[in-house]
């Protein structure tokens, strides 16, 4: 894979690690020792805006105006990075390393005009290849594109994250490094779970289902985009010292270079989700149908369906929407409860979803049996189950999260091998 | 002049004026109400930053870096910009009317490279035009230009001004409106002079002078530039309800529009200077020249020079010089003492420079007799004297600075006429 690759990485630094400005000098550190171990490889940067800068400025307009118009909102939020950028290229140029901040009209990120939310659809990497053959490093504005009218654009969740990724590919970049607040992925979230340990390596497919699942380091989108176009991905910690790639932090890989391919090889959760249920409907599929039809004209997103018989033609339908869903699904399922002629709507908010993920369990049988075996042991009752080929998921209640992570993770993983 | 003008105006709005949501909102009410009384004209906004933000971003940069890269430095400032024509554009459209911010590289603002403190080259008005044409009102971002190889450079102090007047020329508006915190230009500093007046019309030529005299109200560059291509200029207050032109503010105009040509417009006064003596060097204008040559090599800026003999071949030299040349004019002098055959250097910083500016001043005689008359009789002794045509400035103690410009007032405008 690598034969084709140039001597360049990426390094992505989120928000924390810019959030004032003694970490902005230690990134530049940690770029400059980077330069001095690498001579041969061009560094190119990309940066958030300071931790919290974009949740100040989206109040900022919600004090302005009820429903902030989405171009201008973009411009309003392409002003956080702007300030990072700058004043990383001001360090490095002070500590001798030649750099220029670039804006996403200037990296030429170009996206669609899906203004909050764009998609980039091609990146021109001249600037960029211009300032690194002359010994320079481009630190490039996370999180924003340009149109092909020249207005901004922001990229949603997971930004920046997104940036560094696609200008990985773009360059055919050997690593896209994201440096973040933790030291990588772990095995569970380490403030549940004492014997998490932080996992080397992940593959792609395992990693997009931890993201989704509940593990926070990456956005989902980010690792899709990493593993479309086979960017090597590294997550690593910005407090933890210069970068030694291998050494620290969880590699993100294809499936191919994995050589342990683990049954399970984390265990998430979330907790921002709850679950509706459409109490006593007929059970035939037109009733159901229009049901979620209706769900989908609101655009609710649903990730979990369940159903359960009551009585000969009756049916419960449970649905699990994340918070932010929850109104306008219950308020959709009162207006049509006629229509599809259910009797009642119930909202569970006590719940969370714990999840298993692994490769290897797409060719080893037996996960769920031990799932439900783990959990009965601690009678933690299962509300509802879902399952794709490298994960399982169970609904718990949420006073059982914790420990249905904990079991699980003793179950699957256990206590870390001694070093 | 007016017949070639476009039905165009801009509407430039300082830092006090958008210094917080809330004004924002009333910077578009005025817009609004602006664009219902005047259905015909399109309407260009200019920006600056919220009050006290570029003087942020300067104080972030220099906590990061000792001497903060120049280009990097205007990236930083103009974020601030892009924050204030973003909520503003936002707001517009709330308004019902639809409006987009434009950044220097959108609004085509071209400039060449001195970063800090560029000079705008051209501007493009293609999209300005076409926004306008299309019923919307361009929001344009202050104080930056782009060059033209896309880097975003900065105008320098009173950038914002020269943004609007440049705009208002290139557009060729038919009046630039500056809205600022104050009702217009003063014949002299209200706080200083009770019986200071508003101005209805001011002359370009006594405009520039009172702004490089002491006038905060406006730049001495933007006046400049408004003379250069003869743009309309109003300066009026933001906070006394919609633009009414030619009932509110002072008209800045072309001296043939002048009916009635002042003797004495206005008194201004600045105390942000030094004067600086040479003491006992020869008076032979070849170290007396040198004397200067060095301190242009070092590029100090002065202001007032004047020469006193002292006894037969000996003089003082005296220059006035802005505070923060202070410092390397006294070390500049102290390096080539020597060399120049100076005995010594004295710094006075207790001074004020105290004018009169009137465009009749070039049709009148006696002008100098009067001014010098009415401070002996209060016993206010004058160090240095400068003239121009149209202006005569005194230098006196710092503590008679207030003295001074009433009384000079009460001389050549005197109070207020009734209503």
């Known amino acids: 894979m690598s034969e084709a690759r140039a001597p360049i990485v990426v390094m992505k630094f989120g928000g924390t690690s810019v959030g004032d400005v003694s970490r902005i000098q230690h990134v530049a550190e940690i770029v400059s020792h980077y330069r001095k171990d690498n ?9 958030s805006a300071m931790a919290g800068e974009t949740n100040r400025l ?56 899906r203004h909050n939310n764009a998609q980039i659809e091609n990146i021109d990497c001249t600037t960029l290849l211009e300032i690194i053959s002359q010994g320079g490093v481009p630190v490039v504005a996370g999180f924003q594109g340009t149109t092909e009218s020249g207005d901004l654009t922001t990229l949603g969740r997971g930004g920046s994250d997104i940036t560094a990724v696609a200008l990985a590919a773009a360059l055919r970049a050997q690593t896209c490094f994201i440096y973040t607040d933790v030291p990588g992925v772990f095995s569970a979230d380490p403030r549940l779970c004492q014997d998490a340990r932080l996992l080397a390596k992940v593959s792609h497919e395992e990693m997009l289902e931890m993201a989704s699942l509940g593990a926070k380091v990456l956005h989902a989108r980010s690792v899709y985009f990493a593993m479309r176009y086979e960017v090597p991905l590294v997550v690593l910690s910005t407090f933890a010292g ?19 391919k683990a049954v399970v090889t984390g265990v998430t959760h979330r907790a921002d989700e709850a679950q509706i249920t459409v109490e006593r409907m007929p059970s035939g599929i037109q009733s159901i149908s229009k049901l979620f039809e209706h769900l989908a004209k609101r655009d609710v997103f649903i990730d979990m369906i369940a159903q359960q018989a009551v009585g000969e033609s009756m049916v419960n339908v449970s649905i699990t929407v994340p918070d932010e869903y929850v109104r306008v699904a219950v308020e959709t399922i009162k207006e049509v409860m006629a229509e599809v002629g259910a009797a009642g709507v119930a909202v569970d908010r006590d719940i969370a979803k714990v999840s298993v993920v692994g490769i290897g369990m797409q060719y ?56």
């Open 39 to 47: 001579p041969g490889i061009g560094v190119v940067v990309v940066l």
């Open 58 to 113: 989206v109040a900022l307009a919600k004090s302005c105006v009820e429903i902030p118009n989405s171009r201008e909102l973009d411009v309003l939020l392409a002003s956080g990075e702007q300030v990072t950028v700058a004043l990383l290229a001001m360090r490095l140029n002070e500590l001798g390393i030649s750099s220029k901040s670039l804006l996403a009209p200037q990296a030429r990120i170009n996206t669609d005009s």
């Open 242 to 260: 210069a970068c030694e790639a291998g050494v620290n932090g969880t590699w993100i890989v294809n499936e191919e270079e994995l050589m342990e």
């Open 364 to 419: 080893y049988t037996g996960v769920a049996s031990r799932v439900f075996s783990v959990l009965s042991k601690e009678n933690i009752a299962v509300q509802m189950v879902n399952t794709s080929e490298i994960k399982m998921s169970v609904l718990v209640p949420r006073k059982y999260c914790e420990l249905a992570v904990r079991v699980l993770h003793d179950e699957f993983i256990g206590a870390p091998r001694a070093a």
